[in-house]
Protein backbone atom coordinates (compact mmCIF):
# COMPACT_ATOMS: atom_id res chain seq x y z
CA UNK A 1 0.00 0.00 0.00
CA UNK A 2 1.16 3.41 -0.81
CA UNK A 3 1.98 6.03 1.80
CA UNK A 4 0.73 9.74 0.40
CA UNK A 5 0.89 12.92 2.30
CA UNK A 6 -2.19 14.34 2.68
CA UNK A 7 -2.44 18.29 3.83
CA UNK A 8 -6.16 19.11 3.93
CA UNK A 9 -4.79 22.98 3.94
CA UNK A 10 -7.06 26.17 5.07
CA UNK A 11 -10.77 26.99 4.32
CA UNK A 12 -12.30 24.92 1.35
CA UNK A 13 -9.48 22.46 2.06
CA UNK A 14 -10.73 19.73 4.69
CA UNK A 15 -13.90 19.32 2.55
CA UNK A 16 -12.34 19.11 -0.65
CA UNK A 17 -9.72 16.77 0.17
CA UNK A 18 -12.04 14.65 2.41
CA UNK A 19 -14.14 14.28 -1.29
CA UNK A 20 -10.81 13.15 -2.79
CA UNK A 21 -10.23 10.35 0.31
CA UNK A 22 -13.70 8.93 -0.36
CA UNK A 23 -13.44 8.99 -4.37
CA UNK A 24 -10.36 7.48 -4.09
CA UNK A 25 -11.70 4.57 -1.53
CA UNK A 26 -14.90 3.59 -3.81
CA UNK A 27 -12.50 3.27 -6.63
CA UNK A 28 -10.47 0.22 -4.45
CA UNK A 29 -7.31 2.02 -4.36
CA UNK A 30 -5.81 1.39 -1.14
CA UNK A 31 -3.54 4.72 0.22
CA UNK A 32 -1.86 4.69 3.50
CA UNK A 33 -2.98 8.72 4.35
CA UNK A 34 0.03 10.46 6.38
CA UNK A 35 -2.20 13.59 7.53
CA UNK A 36 -0.64 16.33 8.13
CA UNK A 37 -1.64 20.02 8.31
CA UNK A 38 0.32 22.61 6.62
CA UNK A 39 -1.17 26.38 6.22
CA UNK A 40 -3.01 28.78 8.41
CA UNK A 41 -4.98 25.87 10.21
CA UNK A 42 -1.18 24.45 10.98
CA UNK A 43 -0.02 27.35 12.19
CA UNK A 44 -3.09 27.76 14.60
CA UNK A 45 -2.44 24.18 16.18
CA UNK A 46 1.60 24.17 16.33
CA UNK A 47 2.94 27.97 15.50
CA UNK A 48 4.36 26.68 12.56
CA UNK A 49 2.83 27.57 8.62
CA UNK A 50 4.94 24.27 7.58
CA UNK A 51 5.78 22.26 10.57
CA UNK A 52 8.76 20.41 10.70
CA UNK A 53 6.86 16.64 10.31
CA UNK A 54 5.13 18.01 7.62
CA UNK A 55 8.20 18.62 6.10
CA UNK A 56 9.70 15.55 7.22
CA UNK A 57 6.76 13.53 5.90
CA UNK A 58 6.82 14.91 2.13
CA UNK A 59 10.64 14.12 2.40
CA UNK A 60 9.94 10.59 3.22
CA UNK A 61 6.89 9.50 1.52
CA UNK A 62 7.74 11.49 -1.81
CA UNK A 63 4.18 11.65 -2.87
CA UNK A 64 1.15 14.53 -1.34
CA UNK A 65 -2.05 15.67 -1.68
CA UNK A 66 -2.32 18.66 -0.88
CA UNK A 67 -5.26 21.46 -0.05
CA UNK A 68 -5.34 25.24 -1.24
CA UNK A 69 -3.57 26.96 1.81
CA UNK A 70 -4.43 30.68 2.40
CA UNK A 71 -1.65 33.52 2.28
CA UNK A 72 -2.50 36.24 3.54
CA UNK A 73 -1.46 39.09 1.64
CA UNK A 74 1.44 41.74 1.89
CA UNK A 75 1.99 40.67 5.56
CA UNK A 76 5.65 39.90 5.77
CA UNK A 77 6.21 35.96 4.79
CA UNK A 78 6.83 34.35 2.17
CA UNK A 79 3.66 31.95 0.28
CA UNK A 80 3.70 28.48 1.96
CA UNK A 81 2.86 26.99 -1.85
CA UNK A 82 5.91 28.70 -3.48
CA UNK A 83 7.80 27.65 -0.03
CA UNK A 84 6.84 24.03 -1.13
CA UNK A 85 7.59 23.93 -4.44
CA UNK A 86 10.61 25.76 -4.27
CA UNK A 87 11.92 23.72 -1.50
CA UNK A 88 10.78 20.42 -3.09
CA UNK A 89 11.76 21.37 -6.44
CA UNK A 90 8.35 20.90 -8.03
CA UNK A 91 9.49 23.03 -11.53
CA UNK A 92 6.45 21.70 -13.36
CA UNK A 93 3.37 23.00 -12.65
CA UNK A 94 0.83 20.72 -14.87
CA UNK A 95 -2.37 21.84 -15.12
CA UNK A 96 -4.65 20.39 -18.08
CA UNK A 97 -8.04 22.76 -19.13
CA UNK A 98 -10.94 20.65 -20.36
CA UNK A 99 -14.33 21.66 -21.57
CA UNK A 100 -17.21 19.68 -19.84
CA UNK A 101 -19.77 18.59 -21.75
CA UNK A 102 -22.84 19.31 -18.91
CA UNK A 103 -21.37 22.96 -18.65
CA UNK A 104 -22.56 25.96 -20.30
CA UNK A 105 -19.69 28.06 -21.27
CA UNK A 106 -19.09 30.48 -24.83
CA UNK A 107 -16.74 27.45 -26.24
CA UNK A 108 -16.79 23.52 -26.27
CA UNK A 109 -14.36 22.72 -27.38
CA UNK A 110 -11.00 23.46 -25.28
CA UNK A 111 -8.72 21.28 -24.23
CA UNK A 112 -5.39 23.13 -23.52
CA UNK A 113 -2.31 22.07 -20.70
CA UNK A 114 -0.82 24.42 -18.99
CA UNK A 115 3.06 23.55 -18.11
CA UNK A 116 3.89 26.79 -15.39
CA UNK A 117 7.39 26.97 -14.54
CA UNK A 118 7.42 26.44 -11.03
CA UNK A 119 10.32 27.67 -9.36
CA UNK A 120 11.65 31.03 -10.53
CA UNK A 121 10.70 34.01 -12.15
CA UNK A 122 8.79 36.82 -10.30
CA UNK A 123 7.83 34.29 -7.82
CA UNK A 124 11.43 34.10 -6.12
CA UNK A 125 10.78 35.56 -3.17
CA UNK A 126 13.26 38.28 -4.00
CA UNK A 127 11.49 41.23 -2.86
CA UNK A 128 12.29 44.83 -0.61
CA UNK A 129 12.09 48.13 -0.01
CA UNK A 130 14.68 50.11 -1.92
CA UNK A 131 13.33 53.05 0.59
CA UNK A 132 10.31 54.69 1.27
CA UNK A 133 7.59 54.44 -1.24
CA UNK A 134 9.86 52.30 -3.84
CA UNK A 135 9.93 48.47 -3.84
CA UNK A 136 11.96 46.50 -5.93
CA UNK A 137 11.07 42.63 -6.46
CA UNK A 138 13.22 41.03 -8.68
CA UNK A 139 12.58 38.08 -11.53
CA UNK A 140 15.37 35.57 -11.72
CA UNK A 141 15.57 33.57 -14.93
CA UNK A 142 17.67 30.30 -15.59
CA UNK A 143 18.35 28.41 -18.60
CA UNK A 144 18.52 25.65 -16.09
CA UNK A 145 14.77 26.20 -14.87
CA UNK A 146 13.48 27.42 -18.32
CA UNK A 147 15.24 24.49 -20.44
CA UNK A 148 13.29 21.93 -17.75
CA UNK A 149 9.93 23.01 -17.99
CA UNK A 150 10.61 23.12 -21.59
CA UNK A 151 11.51 19.69 -21.77
CA UNK A 152 8.49 18.99 -19.37
CA UNK A 153 5.97 20.17 -22.11
CA UNK A 154 7.08 19.04 -25.15
CA UNK A 155 7.69 15.45 -23.46
CA UNK A 156 4.52 15.68 -22.43
CA UNK A 157 3.22 16.60 -26.00
CA UNK A 158 5.14 13.73 -27.50
CA UNK A 159 3.48 11.18 -25.21
CA UNK A 160 0.03 12.43 -25.55
CA UNK A 161 0.36 12.79 -29.14
CA UNK A 162 -0.63 16.42 -28.80
CA UNK A 163 0.21 18.66 -32.06
CA UNK A 164 1.08 21.99 -30.51
CA UNK A 165 3.44 23.35 -27.90
CA UNK A 166 3.31 27.46 -27.79
CA UNK A 167 5.55 29.40 -25.65
CA UNK A 168 4.28 32.33 -24.21
CA UNK A 169 6.05 35.38 -22.65
CA UNK A 170 7.08 39.40 -22.76
CA UNK A 171 10.31 39.20 -24.36
CA UNK A 172 9.29 42.25 -26.66
CA UNK A 173 9.77 44.38 -23.05
CA UNK A 174 11.49 42.08 -20.68
CA UNK A 175 14.05 40.91 -23.33
CA UNK A 176 17.13 39.85 -21.61
CA UNK A 177 14.99 37.72 -18.78
CA UNK A 178 12.09 36.25 -21.05
CA UNK A 179 14.77 36.77 -24.14
CA UNK A 180 16.55 33.65 -21.88
CA UNK A 181 13.18 32.04 -21.37
CA UNK A 182 12.45 31.65 -25.11
CA UNK A 183 15.91 31.25 -26.23
CA UNK A 184 15.78 27.90 -24.37
CA UNK A 185 12.70 26.93 -25.15
CA UNK A 186 13.47 27.18 -28.66
CA UNK A 187 16.32 25.42 -28.63
CA UNK A 188 14.08 21.75 -26.74
CA UNK A 189 11.43 22.48 -29.92
CA UNK A 190 14.38 21.49 -31.98
CA UNK A 191 14.46 17.94 -30.58
CA UNK A 192 10.73 17.46 -31.13
CA UNK A 193 10.62 18.71 -34.43
CA UNK A 194 7.48 16.56 -35.18
CA UNK A 195 5.54 19.20 -32.42
CA UNK A 196 4.32 22.40 -33.89
CA UNK A 197 6.02 25.38 -31.87
CA UNK A 198 5.07 28.69 -32.04
CA UNK A 199 5.58 31.72 -29.64
CA UNK A 200 2.55 34.34 -28.09
CA UNK A 201 3.54 37.49 -26.53
CA UNK A 202 1.59 37.30 -23.32
CA UNK A 203 -1.03 40.35 -23.62
CA UNK A 204 -2.06 39.00 -27.04
CA UNK A 205 -2.23 35.27 -25.57
CA UNK A 206 -5.28 36.38 -22.86
CA UNK A 207 -6.88 38.30 -26.10
CA UNK A 208 -7.00 34.81 -28.47
CA UNK A 209 -7.41 32.20 -25.52
CA UNK A 210 -10.94 34.31 -24.53
CA UNK A 211 -11.28 34.42 -28.68
CA UNK A 212 -10.00 31.27 -30.09
CA UNK A 213 -9.33 29.11 -27.38
CA UNK A 214 -9.49 25.92 -29.74
CA UNK A 215 -6.63 27.24 -31.29
CA UNK A 216 -4.74 26.40 -28.64
CA UNK A 217 -2.67 23.03 -27.21
CA UNK A 218 0.36 22.61 -25.07
CA UNK A 219 1.28 26.25 -23.39
CA UNK A 220 4.49 26.68 -21.81
CA UNK A 221 5.06 29.39 -19.30
CA UNK A 222 7.55 31.49 -17.13
CA UNK A 223 5.85 31.25 -13.24
CA UNK A 224 3.58 34.63 -12.76
CA UNK A 225 2.39 34.41 -16.90
CA UNK A 226 1.23 30.66 -15.96
CA UNK A 227 -0.27 31.51 -12.65
CA UNK A 228 -2.36 34.11 -14.43
CA UNK A 229 -3.04 32.39 -17.63
CA UNK A 230 -4.44 29.41 -15.51
CA UNK A 231 -7.35 31.26 -13.98
CA UNK A 232 -8.10 32.75 -17.27
CA UNK A 233 -8.58 29.63 -18.88
CA UNK A 234 -10.47 28.18 -15.67
CA UNK A 235 -12.67 30.58 -16.73
CA UNK A 236 -13.50 29.79 -20.09
CA UNK A 237 -14.22 26.01 -19.06
CA UNK A 238 -16.46 27.10 -15.94
CA UNK A 239 -14.65 28.07 -12.85
CA UNK A 240 -11.90 27.43 -10.61
CA UNK A 241 -14.12 24.66 -9.30
CA UNK A 242 -13.29 22.31 -12.09
CA UNK A 243 -9.32 22.98 -12.77
CA UNK A 244 -6.77 20.28 -11.48
CA UNK A 245 -2.92 20.24 -11.13
CA UNK A 246 0.24 18.97 -10.23
CA UNK A 247 3.66 19.80 -9.29
CA UNK A 248 6.06 17.75 -10.78
CA UNK A 249 9.66 17.87 -9.48
CA UNK A 250 12.71 14.98 -10.89
CA UNK A 251 11.74 12.44 -7.67
CA UNK A 252 8.41 14.68 -6.03
CA UNK A 253 5.20 15.18 -6.78
CA UNK A 254 2.56 17.60 -5.28
CA UNK A 255 -1.33 17.03 -6.60
CA UNK A 256 -3.75 20.03 -5.78
CA UNK A 257 -6.30 21.67 -7.65
CA UNK A 258 -5.75 25.72 -9.27
CA UNK A 259 -8.25 27.19 -6.71
CA UNK A 260 -7.59 28.69 -3.45
CA UNK A 261 -9.06 28.40 -0.14
CA UNK A 262 -12.22 30.09 -1.30
CA UNK A 263 -12.76 31.40 2.37
CA UNK A 264 -16.06 33.27 1.61
CA UNK A 265 -17.51 29.72 1.50
CA UNK A 266 -14.82 27.21 3.80
CA UNK A 267 -17.38 24.96 5.76
CA UNK A 268 -20.39 25.89 3.87
CA UNK A 269 -20.80 22.56 2.16
CA UNK A 270 -20.74 24.09 -1.12
CA UNK A 271 -17.49 23.51 -2.71
CA UNK A 272 -17.26 21.96 -5.86
CA UNK A 273 -14.83 18.91 -5.47
CA UNK A 274 -14.31 18.26 -9.11
CA UNK A 275 -10.94 20.35 -9.30
CA UNK A 276 -9.32 18.02 -6.12
CA UNK A 277 -10.83 14.98 -7.56
CA UNK A 278 -9.49 15.40 -11.02
CA UNK A 279 -6.07 16.03 -9.43
CA UNK A 280 -6.46 12.96 -7.91
CA UNK A 281 -6.75 11.31 -10.96
CA UNK A 282 -3.11 12.41 -11.81
CA UNK A 283 -1.71 11.67 -8.95
CA UNK A 284 -3.30 7.91 -9.37
CA UNK A 285 -2.13 8.26 -13.17
CA UNK A 286 1.49 8.88 -11.59
CA UNK A 287 1.88 6.24 -9.48
CA UNK A 288 0.13 3.29 -11.99
CA UNK A 289 -3.01 3.76 -11.11
CA UNK A 290 -4.41 4.46 -14.61
CA UNK A 291 -7.63 2.04 -14.70
CA UNK A 292 -8.95 3.77 -11.17
CA UNK A 293 -8.09 7.48 -12.80
CA UNK A 294 -10.04 6.51 -15.85
CA UNK A 295 -13.07 5.09 -14.06
CA UNK A 296 -13.24 8.18 -10.99
CA UNK A 297 -12.82 10.77 -14.49
CA UNK A 298 -15.77 9.23 -16.11
CA UNK A 299 -17.64 9.15 -12.93
CA UNK A 300 -17.14 13.03 -13.04
CA UNK A 301 -18.27 13.49 -15.97
CA UNK A 302 -21.11 11.17 -16.03
CA UNK A 303 -22.27 13.59 -12.76
CA UNK A 304 -21.22 17.18 -14.13
CA UNK A 305 -23.24 15.96 -17.31
CA UNK A 306 -26.42 14.58 -15.57
CA UNK A 307 -26.68 17.67 -13.61
CA UNK A 308 -28.71 16.61 -10.65
CA UNK A 309 -25.71 16.64 -8.37
CA UNK A 310 -23.85 19.46 -8.88
CA UNK A 311 -22.25 22.14 -6.97
CA UNK A 312 -23.94 25.87 -7.49
CA UNK A 313 -20.59 27.09 -8.63
CA UNK A 314 -21.30 25.27 -12.14
CA UNK A 315 -25.29 25.80 -11.66
CA UNK A 316 -26.45 22.92 -9.16
CA UNK A 317 -27.93 23.22 -6.05
CA UNK A 318 -26.30 20.16 -4.52
CA UNK A 319 -23.50 20.15 -1.78
CA UNK A 320 -20.27 19.01 -1.77
CA UNK A 321 -21.23 15.73 -0.07
CA UNK A 322 -23.95 15.16 -2.16
CA UNK A 323 -21.92 15.64 -5.30
CA UNK A 324 -18.75 13.40 -3.97
CA UNK A 325 -21.11 10.66 -3.04
CA UNK A 326 -23.32 10.59 -6.31
CA UNK A 327 -19.74 10.12 -8.24
CA UNK A 328 -18.90 7.71 -5.54
CA UNK A 329 -21.80 5.55 -6.34
CA UNK A 330 -21.21 5.76 -10.44
CA UNK A 331 -17.58 4.36 -9.64
CA UNK A 332 -19.14 1.94 -7.35
CA UNK A 333 -21.46 0.69 -10.07
CA UNK A 334 -19.06 -0.05 -12.47
CA UNK A 335 -16.39 -1.56 -9.65
P1 LIG B 1 -9.81 31.21 -4.68
O1 LIG B 1 -9.40 30.24 -5.74
O2 LIG B 1 -9.81 30.69 -3.29
O3 LIG B 1 -11.29 31.75 -5.02
C1 LIG B 1 -11.58 32.47 -6.20
C2 LIG B 1 -13.07 32.32 -6.53
O4 LIG B 1 -13.35 30.98 -6.96
C3 LIG B 1 -13.99 32.54 -5.32
O5 LIG B 1 -15.18 33.12 -5.78
C4 LIG B 1 -14.27 31.15 -4.81
O6 LIG B 1 -15.45 31.02 -4.09
C5 LIG B 1 -14.28 30.34 -6.12
N1 LIG B 1 -13.84 28.96 -5.92
C6 LIG B 1 -12.58 28.53 -5.75
N2 LIG B 1 -12.55 27.21 -5.58
C7 LIG B 1 -13.82 26.78 -5.66
C8 LIG B 1 -14.45 25.50 -5.55
N3 LIG B 1 -13.74 24.37 -5.36
N4 LIG B 1 -15.79 25.43 -5.65
C9 LIG B 1 -16.53 26.54 -5.87
N5 LIG B 1 -16.00 27.77 -5.99
C10 LIG B 1 -14.66 27.90 -5.87
O7 LIG B 1 -8.87 32.47 -4.85
P2 LIG B 1 -8.67 33.75 -3.92
O8 LIG B 1 -9.97 34.16 -3.33
O9 LIG B 1 -7.89 34.68 -4.73
O10 LIG B 1 -7.72 33.24 -2.76
C11 LIG B 1 -8.17 32.80 -1.45
C12 LIG B 1 -6.95 32.31 -0.68
O11 LIG B 1 -6.44 31.14 -1.29
C13 LIG B 1 -5.79 33.32 -0.62
O12 LIG B 1 -5.23 33.29 0.67
C14 LIG B 1 -4.80 32.78 -1.65
O13 LIG B 1 -3.48 33.13 -1.35
C15 LIG B 1 -5.02 31.29 -1.51
N6 LIG B 1 -4.64 30.50 -2.70
C16 LIG B 1 -4.07 29.32 -2.46
C17 LIG B 1 -3.75 28.49 -3.51
C18 LIG B 1 -3.11 27.16 -3.21
O14 LIG B 1 -3.05 26.76 -2.05
N7 LIG B 1 -2.64 26.44 -4.20
C19 LIG B 1 -4.03 28.88 -4.83
C20 LIG B 1 -4.67 30.11 -5.04
C21 LIG B 1 -4.98 30.92 -3.96
Given at each position: MKTITLIPGDGIGVEVTTAVQRVIEAANVAIDWEVVNGGETAYLE?????PDELIDSISKNKIAFKGPITTPIGTGFKSINVTLRQKYNTYANVRPVKSMSGIKTPFDNIDLVIFRENTEGLYCGIEHLVTEGVAEAIKVITEKASKRIGKSAFEYARKHKRKKVTAVHKANIMKISDGLFLDCIRSVAKEYPEIEYEEVIVDNMCMQLVMYPERYDVLVLPNLYGDIISDLAAGLVGGLGLVPGANIGDDIAIFEA???????????????PTACILSATMMLDYIGEESAAKRIRQAVEFVIKEGRYTTSDIGGTATTKDMTEAICQYIKSKN
Open positions: TGQYIVHGSAPLIAGKNMAN
